[in-house]
Each structure stands twice: as structure tokens, then as C-alpha cells.
């Protein structure tokens, strides 16, 4: 059975204009924010996902599904791994144009099994900008960059301004952010 699936980007789109600081391909990538799920290396039960610059547009991310991690028995639960997914598209949205932005929609086509212990190669890709739309793309290698594909995902993140944050988030955790953000100039416009 074949299914419809759209067009992607689904409008006509521009390319997207890398930010002339953005970090340079083989640039590790630190966590954006030390508390974050997806990337921050002070949640124990986090993904930890690590992330690093690529070519053409794209970001490498990786993590490795644990116990903690888990849905059904020795499997990675579906909703972490969209969350994974979240975390490498985001940060491949972030890194390389350098504005803030959240997620919009996001798409997880699961295609096999992750299990416990298995390390997932996500590869982002930004595909286009309409204005403040962001489309990027993304596919999720298990055990090897060129393993096979386990997941594929698809996200419309939307450039935000910084108010976005601090009217809605916590003040404590955005002065935080800030403070650490200071001594990070990859962090920095």
C-alpha cells in the first residue's frame, strides 16, 4: 500500500541564507541550554544528543537510546524518538541561521524498530524559508551514519522573536540561559 504524501517543502520556498557567522562544517556543538531534554548535559535521563556541523545545509546529531528511554520493552519509545527528532531539526535550524525558533509541526515517519542500546545518526537538512518558515528535513540512521534508516522526520519551525521566551518561559531559567550564553560565542548572533 502506498500512501499520498505531499510535496516537501510543500510551498515554493527560497534558499535558505546561512548565517555568515553560523559555526563551520566539523564544528562540534554544545548543548543550547544545559537543562534542555534533547541536548542539556545536566538532565540524567535526558537525551544528551550531540550535535555537529555538516555540509550543504546540514547538522549531525547523534545519542544513544537507553533504559530510560525505553516504551515497549528493549525499544525506544516512539514520542522520545520524535523528541530526538525535535531536538537535531531544531538544532539544525538554530546553528545555522542564528535566530530563535520553535517548532511548527513535526512529521516522524517510523520506518523499523530502535532498541535499547542502539545509537541513532540523525543528518538535518534545511530545505527552504517563506518568510518565517523554516522546512528541514531530516533522516535517522541506526548503529552507523550510513546504517539504515530507522526514522525519517520533516518540521516547519517559525522564527520567533526573543519575547517569545521571555514572556512565556521562566525568568530564573532565561537569566540562566543568558548568563551561560555569554561565555558561548556560538551561542551569540
Given at each position: 500500500m502506498s500512501r499520498n504524501v505531499p510535496d516537501w517543502p510543500p510551498v515554493d520556498v527560497e534558499?535558505?541564507?546561512?548565517?555568515?557567522?553560523?559555526?563551520?562544517?566539523?564544528?562540534?556543538?554544545?548543548?543550547?541550554?544545559?537543562?534542555?531534554?534533547?541536548?542539556?548535559?545536566?538532565?540524567?535521563?535526558?537525551?544528551?544528543?550531540?550535535s555537529t556541523m555538516g555540509d550543504e545545509h546540514t547538522v549531525h546529531s547523534q545519542f544513544t537510546v537507553t533504559a530510560a528511554h525505553q516504551g515497549a520493552p528493549g525499544l525506544a519509545h516512539g514520542g522520545l524518538l520524535a523528541a530526538a527528532?525535535?531536538?537535531?531539526?531544531?538544532?539544525?535550524?538554530?546553528?545555522?541561521?542564528?535566530?530563535?525558533?520553535?517548532?511548527?509541526?513535526?512529521?516522524?515517519?517510523?520506518?523499523?524498530p530502535v532498541p535499547v542500546g542502539s545509537t541513532l545518526f540523525i543528518v538535518g537538512k534545511l530545505d527552504g524559508m517563506a518568510g518565517r518558515k523554516v522546512y528541514v528535513s531530516a533522516n535517522g540512521h541506526l548503529d552507523a551514519e550510513d546504517g539504515p534508516i530507522a526514522l525519517r522526520a520533516r518540521a516547519l519551525f517559525v522564527i520567533v522573536a526573543v519575547e517569545h521566551f521571555t514572556t512565556h518561559g521562566d525568568k530564573d531559567a532565561i537569566a540562566k540561559l543568558s548568563a551561560s550564553s555569554q561565555k558561548r560565542p556560538d551561542l551569540n548572533p
Open positions: 534558499p535558505v541564507p546561512v548565517h555568515p557567522k553560523a559555526p563551520q562544517a566539523g564544528t562540534k556543538l554544545g548543548p543550547h541550554y544545559s537543562e534542555c531534554f534533547g541536548c542539556g548535559d545536566e538532565v540524567p535521563t535526558g537525551l544528551r544528543l550531540q527528532f525535535d531536538e537535531a531539526l531544531g538544532a539544525t535550524v538554530g546553528y545555522q541561521l542564528r535566530k530563535p525558533a520553535v517548532t511548527g509541526r513535526l512529521e516522524t515517519d517510523f520506518l523499523r
